[in-house]
């Protein structure tokens, strides 16, 4: 059995100023004595936090300069390294600003934006193969959820994921150097308050787990990071986080708190053995 490993990113959505993400670093900041190092430095734990795009110089540039342990990434960001696509965040920007990371496919994307599964995996897999990692968001509908289909949908978006072979040797490769990550967020249960039982996230994650395994011919000895995401709050962090297939949350309107963001970390750390 592998030993447990923690994500926890912050998806501040198009959230927090240039002030507010100042205020929010420096309480990070004033209570990192209270994080245990070891846990970053053997890579149990990873924090994140992904604000709008053009706060993540800055935010990566406070990061680096006060020592943080956090991860700064993009809510979305272009699969190529320039061109005629307005409105659009390279990878080569990305990994100029110290910041080669970014979510894919939200829902708020697909909802809003026309993200399809097939354009989201075209730009999963352009990130990759420029060197930006990638977060990458699955989930059900309401309606699809009261359909029965919770399952099937998963399995639809995680199929292109390998629907070619050079496709399916990337995210495999990606997801063994820890570069390709996924989060189940039902729609449902994004900023509604609502969320599944930790059990019912759980058998959700079994399910993308053993879907994608089979699906990219994971080796067994490959982690795959299946974070939740949908309503996580300090108060259901640790419920879900005790389950054996969560691997972390991707948090949206908690995570723009900086006190709750300190006490998910605690969560984690919490049930991660100390070195
Ligand atoms: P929420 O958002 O935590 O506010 O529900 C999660 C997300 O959209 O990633």
Known sequence: MMSRAFKIFGNWKMNHSVAELRAFLSVVEGARSQWAPELFLSGSLEIGILPQSPLIERASNEVRSLKLPITIGAQNAHGSLSGAFTGETSANVLKDLGAPFSLVAH?????????????????????????????????????????????SVLERQL?????????????????????????????????????PSPEEAEEAHRKVKSSLKSSLGLHSADRLFVLYGGSATP?????????????????????????????????????????
């Not at 697909?110 to 989930?139: F, M, N, P």
């Not at 509908?141 to 289909?149: A, K, N, Q, S």
């Not at 994921?161 to 990550?181: C, G, M, Q, V």
């Open 107 to 151: 829902s708020e994307r697909r909802q809003y934006y026309g993200e399809t599964d097939e354009s989201a995996a075209k730009r999963a897999e352009g990130l990759l193969s420029q060197g930006v990692r990638v977060l990458y968001c699955i989930g059900e509908t309401r309606e699809e959820r009261e359909r029965g289909e919770t399952n």
């Open 159 to 195: 199929r292109v994921l390998s629907n070619t072979p050079e496709r399916k040797t990337l995210i495999s490769k990606a997801i063994s150097d820890d570069r390709f990550l996924i989060a189940y967020e039902p729609v449902w249960a994004i900023g509604t308050g609502l969320t």
């Open 235 to 275: 108060e259901n962090a640790s419920g879900f986080l005790a389950m054996g297939s969560i691997d972390g949350l991707l948090v949206g309107g908690a995570s723009l708190d900086a006190s709750k963001f300190l006490k998910l970390i605690a969560a984690a750390q919490s049930l991660l053995p100390s070195a």
